[in-house]
Nanobody, 123 residues
Framework: QVQLVESGGGLVQAGGSLRLSCEASGRTFSDYTMGWFRQAPGKEREFVAA????????SYADSWKGRFTISRDNAKNTAYLQMNSLKPEDTAVYYC????????????????WGQGTQVTVSS
């Protein structure tokens, strides 16, 4: 089992930045591909970004490419999502997820999920 705990969400004005963190425990962090997803009010959960086990490869949904950056620190068992130039439409609950497969990108499945962290962007 892998336990994932997100943090770093909150209220920010449009144009601002936030960095989300996802701390993992329970298994060897570097064995897992990490992903970030989000779910806006009234919408389905959607893929944001993913990063390979060693951190060398990343994948982004087109909507956030260029504004969001995924990274990881395997020594700290933590994945990050740096979000810049935030817009009100970025308001959502953001989830991190982990999976042992090497699949990156849209359509990959994840076995483990965090509880989510709320991001609210005011106009």
């Amino acid at each position: 089992q892998v336990q994932l705990v997100e943090s770093g969400g909150g209220l920010v004005q449009a144009g601002g930045s936030l960095r989300l963190s996802c701390e993992a425990s329970g298994r060897t962090f570097s064995d897992y591909t990490m992903g970030w997803f989000r779910q806006a009010p009234g919408k389905e959960r959607e893929f944001v970004a993913a990063i390979s086990r060693g951190g060398r490869s990343t994948s982004y949904a087109d909507s956030w490419k260029g504004r969001f950056t995924i990274s990881r620190d395997n020594a700290k068992n933590t994945a990050y999502l740096q979000m810049n130039s935030l817009k009100p439409e970025d308001t959502a609950v953001y989830y991190c997820a982990a999976d042992r497969s090497s699949c990156l990108g849209l359509g990959c499945s994840y076995d483990y999920w965090g509880q989510g962290t709320q991001v609210t962007v005011s106009s």
